[in-house]
């Protein structure tokens, strides 16, 4: 009791709690002023160490010193008859109550004037993510190699990555098309977040020299550009797939999300051979440089092919994308001149199927054949073991988009809605998701959605001047009979530069001219009377468009009959805008329906699509 009194008598408890009150109020006023001009961490930290530090300082202070009118003196020189104590703790005491006020004044200016300005500038700073979900874009690893040509290593083991994330429970990873599109480019990382929406980036180098590979990736943080984790590695090209597994985990880590289903790097039919890899990303690299390859570049690409799959015999993926590429050469979609490249392409695709029968890519394969030949009740069966598949492996995007193109191709536009923008959403830049939504939008009757697609389209440089995105604007123009907006689509294709003698000269000339004859339908009309019969297959949608913008749905049907049954079924989209409303009222536009097999398609699954509706057991009507 007397130690208690002696501490009481010496005024230690009132320096005590008038220190920790002015150290509380240092503090807020500091903080805020370190978010208002972007101080760093540090300073905050060594504020608090240093306040910390002076506590015990203060109250040793007040138990060995007194204030006295000649100075501060030691408590043991003061004679007790002169100390000034007792005035000194009054004044101590008004001191603590006015401290105590501001105290209570800064907790009501910190709740309600202060958080104000700070809070809303966050907000704004902040990536557009739709929620809390941790998300990540992989941006395309830049090349530090000598050899420029080493970019497909670096693109490869980006998308590898990528793969390997997206199989992470809890994570949210934005597809390829939508983080390379920023490849090459010095944006900054914060706007590149929020256009992707994602709350964390994955970026890094790569050099390569001969065997040996340095790779170094770091994990950023979207709203204040800072680093999460670093690594860099130096290893020999056989250790590249275990910096990849090394790298998932540690992103995995650190922002604390589980792994999915299964060993990280098992994608169905991938190989673990470094060199087979290698001529795989080559080949991947080739095919994929552009939109029309020529027949050097295809030829290219399968010898890259041939020998990856001669170094590993068991590399379903890439007898799977030799197969896509010889079926497409023997379709004629892609240069080359192979007259076995059918019969290859079969083979490919069946040493696929027995070395990865769970792959979903190969499960999809058949499902699009089948619908390619009007089998529609087949291939439904089949896109439903492909979707399974492909959801257990997180690969679901790509497969999801295709089945979505079926659904619009059988007029089952607000299911292709719904999974279009899911898709969209987890690769808001890719040029095939953006063009099904944008159709899918049409159908469903909002072209305010469907005019904002092809306008991002035209934007953005993932898929700038993409002439498929102007033409299907101009076919919904069309449609609405509104002319401002034709004429604006209009002169978006008659301004774009494209290839002579290809499918886009034909089809801008054909708008161009019966652009240009819409205030007179009948002379516009007999032009295409006169044309149809030398028309190739790629006039068809041009032609049959402005026929029924023009008013003649039967001159239209006639040109679409015209086409191969092939062609059809891969134009079957097209039919279902409103421009096409009154060619499918006329009876001949159900023998067309009839013989695409779609007739049977919804009676047997009892999924008719938004557009006919049964009449009876036998007839239907469209509208």
Request: some cysteine; glycine content about 6%; hydrophobic content about 45%.
């Amino acid at each position: 009791m007397n130690l208690f009194n002696e501490l009481k008598r010496r005024n230690v408890f009132r320096v005590g709690l008038v220190y920790l009150a002015t150290g509380w109020l240092i503090a807020q006023v500091a903080s805020l002023v370190a978010q208002w001009v972007g101080l760093p961490a540090l300073f905050m930290q060594l504020l608090l160490l240093v306040l910390a530090i002076g506590f015990p300082l203060a109250l040793v202070i007040a138990w060995l010193f007194e204030l006295t009118p000649d100075g501060l003196k030691r408590t043991s020189e003061v004679d007790e008859a002169t100390s000034i104590r007792p005035v000194t703790g009054r004044k101590l005491d008004r001191i603590l109550i006015g401290v105590l006020a501001l105290v209570v004044v800064a907790l009501l200016a910190d709740r309600f004037v202060f958080q104000r300005p700070v809070t809303a500038p966050q907000q704004a700073a902040a990536p557009a993510v739709a929620t809390d979900q941790a998300s990540i874009a992989v941006l395309p690893f830049a090349n530090l190699s000598d050899d420029k040509q080493q970019d497909y290593f670096a693109d490869g083991l980006s998308e590898e990555l990528l793969n390997q994330l997206a199989r992470l429970k809890d994570l949210r990873v934005i597809g390829r098309t939508s983080s390379f599109a920023f490849k090459g480019k010095n944006e900054d990382l914060r706007t590149i977040a929020k256009t992707l929406g994602v709350n964390h980036l994955l970026e890094g180098s790569v050099r390569k020299s001969g065997d040996d590979v340095r790779i170094t990736a770091q994990l950023i943080r979207a709203d204040d550009g800072s680093h999460v984790w670093s690594r860099t590695y130096d290893r020999k090209l056989d250790d590249v797939f275990a910096i990849q597994d090394d790298i998932s985990m540690s992103v995995a880590d650190a922002l604390q999300v589980t792994l999915g289903v299964g060993e990280l790097t098992q994608i169905p039919g991938m190989t673990r051979d470094a060199a087979a890899y290698d001529e795989f990303l080559q080949a991947n690299a080739i095919l994929s440089a552009s939109g029309v390859v020529d027949a050097g570049s295809t030829e290219a690409g399968i010898g890259h092919l041939e020998k990856a799959v001669a170094i590993d015999p068991k590399f379903a993926v890439a007898w799977l994308k030799l197969s896509q590429v010889y079926g497409t050469v023997g379709a004629g979609v892609i240069a080359g001149n192979m007259p076995d490249a059918q019969k290859k392409a079969q083979e490919a695709l069946e040493r696929a199927r027995v070395l990865a029968p769970d792959s979903p890519f190969v499960l999809e394969v058949p499902a699009t054949i089948t619908a390619a030949a009007g089998h529609w009740q087949d291939s439904e069966a089949q896109f439903a073991k492909a979707r399974e598949a492909a959801k257990k492996y997180s690969l679901d995007r790509q497969v999801e988009v295709d089945y979505a193109q079926i659904l619009l191709r059988t007029g089952r536009a607000r299911e292709a809605l719904a999974i279009a923008e899911s898709v969209q959403a987890g690769d808001p830049l890719d040029r095939n998701v953006n063009m099904t939504l944008m159709v899918a939008y049409a159908l469903t009757g909002n072209n305010t959605a469907a005019f904002a697609i092809a306008d991002k389209g035209m934007a953005t440089d993932g898929i700038k001047d993409d002439f498929l995105f102007k033409t299907e604007a101009a076919l919904i123009a069309l449609g609405s009979r509104d002319e401002t907006q034709i004429e604006r689509r209009l002169a978006a294709i008659r301004t774009t530069t494209v290839s002579a003698g290809s499918q886009a000269t034909t089809s801008q000339n054909i708008s161009s001219r019966l652009g240009g004859l819409r205030n007179d339908p009948q002379a516009a009309l007999a032009l295409i009377r006169r044309e149809a019969p030398k028309m190739q297959t790629f006039d068809i949608v041009p032609s049959s468009s402005w026929a029924n913008y023009f008013g003649d749905p039967s001159l239209a049907l006639s040109l679409f009959r015209r086409a191969p049954r092939g062609v059809q079924i891969g134009l079957l989209i097209h039919i279902w805008l409103p421009l096409y409303a009154d060619m499918r009222k006329l009876p001949a536009f159900k023998d067309l329906v009839r013989d695409l097999g779609l007739v049977d398609y919804w009676r047997s699954t009892g999924k008719w699509n938004d557009f006919c509706h049964p009449v009876g057991d036998k007839d239907f009507e469209c509208e």
